[in-house]
């Protein structure tokens, strides 16, 4: 921004502040340069120690269908498939009940309620994971396969995607979880891109005799909808990487089906799961490096996709808000 | 009837209803949230005592072990974490208008969201050759995490500095690198400080890196370079156990793991609460005088 001009002006008089002047600026960049710097070299690191498994595997990796460790099998397709699928539970149950929260906080609520509200919201987020997780084990999963499994097999059996009696450790179990986990990052984000939309909009479709209801529609929704997208990319970016819930109420099978009650498994709680036992062995150790690469690159693509998007979404907001 | 009355109770009705629908997506949000408090306390509560808190894992059947782990990997990865991330956030904020700048503003915005156990991974596969599964090495990842997050806080509490601030600075004749750690760090502390806090907390709960970096030990770390247990990783390992102890210790663990990170938010709103008052007050006045500056 007005990045350049803030120096401008400046003139050093002297040699010493000069000197000064070059080594802060020599130090806080060399920092800033070798942090980055490392990442990458860390992340060529990971693909050397996954460069065993991709020799043996090769392509197969990346196509083969079924997973079976006793006979040597590794492929990432049943993980990526189950990955899809619980971050794909999550969306679809996070992203409503986030926007209706950000809706309430930015439209509806009244002002004292707003703060306080939004802290708790936000405190879903402080929660470790692998607490979610203990929860998921001894609340959750039971009262799903007691309450809630049986209504779905006889409402929607038919669809295939409900079928029969599991344990409650399943991928419907690990989405559901994972819903609850998007919804503090969703819905701050939504709040912030339907606050930041200017009041104008309202105004005007106040002064046209709209409902609340109406005015939300058109004149906030519309406008902040593009926001609430990149808030959906970067909800489905935390589900993809969450690790230690997903790993404690999946079930843990790396067999592909459609029933959504069948225990899954997903990239990175196949990595969690089987930490323990295979780092003895050097080859499931690199199948496991392998895993983690291809979760890099999907989860850098994801990111990537979601700041740019917000990025994108906010900065004409910005300059309209300046103008206002 | 007439049309427009009957239309009109229709519009009011429906704004209703959706009022309420947006209501209770709140309230279905909040009721996971008591849950979870309500079944960590009610479990928790029964395994905690004395013993419990001070006894290693094994023997003794406590968690002292692996409270004292976590609070180790806090402090040794705030220790790297925290300076590296800071000059990082001065670097974007103050030096990082050229394209390197923006690139590494970017990546701390794709990397503070990134999938923890990636980055846990990331860190085991160079540094596992010096450290072994240690303490250090979970303490490099968990700091991998928190650089990010610190360097994120740090650019946008030097950036709600008024630039007034600055220009009276150097009109003074403050070299630039003074300015900075004088005047510009003065007034961002807080929000500094509130940003370190929150990376701090969410390191605290993070399970996966530390699962695959420091590992687990049923006994006291006598050293950085010994593997440690932690709260997150004793509750994973005994969650599906199942003897009736190494319940007690999942949800003992639990309950103080959650005392710990709750407090830690806790604390941190209070602090941003009065910050955002002082930041509030700050931004009026700058627009107050670039409007002035606009009209002269």
């Given at each position: 921004?007005d ?6 002006s ?12 070059f080594?802060?600026?020599l130090?806080v960049g060399?920092?800033?340069?070798s942090a980055?710097i ?17 020799k ?7 196509t083969?269908t ?34 209706g929260?950000?809706?309430?906080l930015?439209?509806?609520s ?12 936000e ?13 998921g ?14 209504i779905?097999?006889s409402?929607?059996g038919?669809?295939?995607?409900f ?10 179990t ?7 986990m998007?919804i503090?990052t969703?819905?701050s984000i939504?709040k912030?891109?339907?606050m930041a939309?200017?009041n104008s909009q ?8 709209a409902?609340?209801?109406q ?6 929704l ?5 926001g609430?997208?990149?808030a959906?990319?970067l909800?489905l ?7 230690m819930?997903?790993a404690?109420?999946?079930?843990n ?6 029933n ?5 498994t997903?990239?990175?709680s196949?990595?969690?799961?089987n ?8 080859f499931k150790?690199?199948?496991?490096l392998e895993?983690?690469?291809?979760l ?21 907001v ?6 206002l | ?21 947006a ?18 306390i009610?479990?928790g ?11 290693p894992?094994?023997p ?10 976590t ?7 705030s ?10 956030g001065i ?12 690139t590494i ?8 969201n990134?999938p ?9 596969s ?10 250090l090495?979970?303490?490099?990842a968990?700091?991998m995490?928190m ?21 009276a600075?150097l ?10 750690l ?8 807080s ?6 806090l ?5 390191i605290?709960g993070?399970?996966a890196?530390?699962l695959?970096?420091?590992?687990y030990?049923?006994?006291?770390a006598l050293?950085?370079?010994d593997?440690?247990?932690?709260l997150p ?20 663990a ?15 709103r209070?602090l941003?609460r ?20 606009q009209?002269a």
């Open positions: 921004m990045m350049r001009l803030r120096w401008a400046f003139r050093p008089k002297s040699i010493r502040a000069l000197g000064g002047d080594a802060f600026h130090l060399i920092v800033a340069f980055f490392l990442v990458w070299v860390l992340v060529a690191q990971m693909v050397y120690g996954a460069y065993p498994s991709m043996a595997l090769g392509f197969r990796f990346l083969d079924s997973w079976d460790a006793g006979k040597g099998l590794f492929t990432v397709i049943p993980l990526v498939v189950g990955t899809l699928t619980t971050s794909g539970i999550a969306l679809l149950l996070g992203v409503p009940i986030s926007v929260i950000a809706i309430y930015s439209e509806l009244p002002a004292w309620i707003r703060e306080p509200l939004s802290f708790v919201i405190l879903l987020a402080a929660v470790p994971s692998v607490i979610y997780g203990l929860w084990i001894y609340f959750l999963a039971p009262v799903l396969s007691h309450n809630v499994d049986p779905l097999v409402l929607l038919w669809t295939n995607l079928q029969g009696t599991a344990g409650g450790f399943s991928k419907l690990a989405g559901v979880i994972l819903a609850i998007i503090p969703v819905a939504s912030e891109a339907m939309v200017p309202r105004e005007a479709a106040l002064s046209l005799g409902t609340r209801y005015t939300t529609r058109i004149g906030v519309t406008y902040a909808r593009s609430i997208f990149g959906a990319i909800g970016g935390r589900a993809v990487g969450e690790t819930a997903v404690m109420t999946i079930g099978s790396p067999k592909i089906s459609w959504l009650l069948d225990p899954g997903t990239m990175a196949m990595i969690a799961n930490w323990g036992e295979d780092i003895g062995d050097p150790l690199s199948v496991l895993i983690a690469v291809v890099f690159v999907v989860a850098l693509l994801i990111n990537v996709f979601a700041r740019l998007v917000i990025g994108k979404a906010m900065k004409p910005q300059s309209g808000g300046a103008g | 009837m007439s049309l427009e009355i009957r239309t009109y109770k229709r519009r009011k009705l429906v704004n209703l209803l959706a009022s309420a629908a209501l209770s997506c709140v309230v279905v949000a909040l009721i996971p949230l008591a849950s979870i408090l309500v079944e960590v009610v479990k509560y029964g395994a905690l005592s004395w013993g419990f808190i001070s006894n894992i094994i003794g059947g406590g968690i002292g072990n692996a409270i004292l782990g609070l180790q990997l806090a402090f040794y990865a220790l790297i974490g925290l300076p590296v991330g800071i000059l990082t670097y974007v904020s103050e030096f990082g208008d050229n394209g390197f700048g923006r503003r970017f990546f701390n915005d794709v990397f503070a990134f923890s156990i990636v980055i846990g991974l990331l860190a085991y160079l540094f596992i050759t010096y450290f072994g599964f240690s303490i090495l979970g303490a490099i968990l700091a995490i650089i990010p997050v610190v360097a994120n806080t740090t650019e946008e509490a030097l950036r709600m500095v008024p630039n007034s601030l600055r220009e600075s009109a003074l004749g403050v070299p630039r690198w003074k300015t900075v004088k005047v510009m760090i003065t007034n961002g502390k929000g500094m400080v509130t940003g370190a929150l990376a701090i907390a969410r605290t993070e399970t890196p530390i695959v970096t420091a590992r030990s049923y006994y006291w050293s950085p370079s593997p440690t247990a932690s990783v004793a509750i994973w390992f005994n969650a599906l156990d199942q003897s009736a102890t190494a319940q007690q210790q999942a949800w003992g639990a309950l103080v793991l959650i005392i710990l990170v709750l407090s830690f938010n806790i604390v941190v209070l941003t009065r910050n955002r008052f002082n930041n509030n007050n700050r931004m009026v006045k700058k627009s107050w005088l670039r409007k002035s500056k009209s």
